[in-house]
């Protein structure tokens, strides 16, 4: 019981309290269903690999995104990691296809760009030019950094016809001026648009 | 006493049992202080009003950002309340004028354009033409509706050198893609930018 407690709790906004409550949970469970939880872990571990083109989910070779038809592969959209990648396929809008960098470039936490899928990316565009690539890292300074560095990284194989852009930068829709962070009203002011 | 109490939860984020703990902390405080908090409403009450130019809070005439000579006046935000305004000089980045409409366009609130001070900045515009207007309302249904008014007035009046903008739109510096609503993403990805 105490082991599991302890690997419960190792899980991302699982502190010991909830570990101990699922652990609960798993301990009165039927043998069949503990069976099956454990059995979908070993499976998905087992199973579940990198897409050798985009580095996400998959279980084949290339993942159901890149494999599927009616996405558009001349839109490469860049994200961080695959949390990200299914944020952004949860919003429905996206009809591109996706390279994940599994992390960003962060010296502090020893990871450099070596460690990260931009060497892939950029042979991956140099065989086949993509119209946009949109790089969607995060809106913090880890995530501009590496944004910055894919850029400059791109731009360097000098393709005519491969455009970089990023997501909009500004305040979010839906938002009111007056409980916006100080820094966030600034920056939209700083780079607003024309009507 | 009951009658402090229902004065002082009729302000906003003040219910009943915050404005009992205010009415026992005025309670105890001493004749003379009491009445300088008195003093303070009355006061501000007889002396502020809306500045006469930009409809911000005012002493005189002209409120102290209009009559600041620092402040460059060919550059006028355009907000829908005071507290905005307070909160874009909070930043400490702008170093403009203001136009407070004094609300937003809210046809179903029964606010109509010719409630606000739209009016008076087509005249303020008309007679002394800035080089930008920045309609930085709330970037939701109203404020999205005033802003589009507001731009389609102006550009009537067909002044040539007047620049119409609104400050950026898309994703707040510092977020993490995988915590943004699904509609702040796909409006970003929407609109995003070349690098």
Redesign the interface.
């Known amino acids: 019981m105490e082991r599991l407690v302890k690997e419960l709790a190792k899980m991302p906004g699982i502190g010991r309290k909830t570990a101990e409550r699922l652990a609960c949970y798993i301990l009165r469970l039927p043998a069949a269903e503990a069976g099956e939880l454990s059995g979908a872990i070993d499976e998905l571990k087992k199973n579940i690999r990198n897409c050798s083109r985009c580095f996400g989910v998959a279980v084949d070779d290339i993942c159901e995104i890149c494999a599927d038809g009616r996405r558009d592969d001349g839109v490469i959209?860049v994200?961080?990691?695959h949390?990200?990648l299914?944020?952004?396929e949860?919003?429905?809008?996206?009809r591109g296809v996706y390279h994940v960098l599994l992390g960003c470039i962060s010296p502090l936490d020893n990871v450099h760009p070596e460690d990260l899928t931009i060497e892939a990316l950029v042979d991956r565009i140099k065989s086949d030019p993509a119209r946009e690539v949109?790089?969607?890292?995060?809106?913090?300074v880890e995530g501009d950094t590496t944004?910055l560095y894919i850029?400059k990284r791109l731009a360097a194989l000098d393709m005519q016809g491969v455009?970089?852009?990023?997501?909009?930068?500004?305040?979010?829709?839906?938002?009111?001026?007056?409980y916006?962070?100080?820094?966030?009203?600034?920056?939209?002011?700083?780079?607003?648009?024309?009507?």
């Open positions: 959209c994200v961080e990691e949390k990200d299914f944020s952004i949860r919003t429905g809008h996206y949109i790089i969607a890292t995060n809106f913090n944004a850029q455009k970089i852009t990023r997501p909009a930068r500004g305040i979010p829709q839906g938002s009111y001026m007056e916006l962070p100080g820094a966030v009203l600034a920056d939209a002011l700083e780079s607003r648009m024309t009507f």
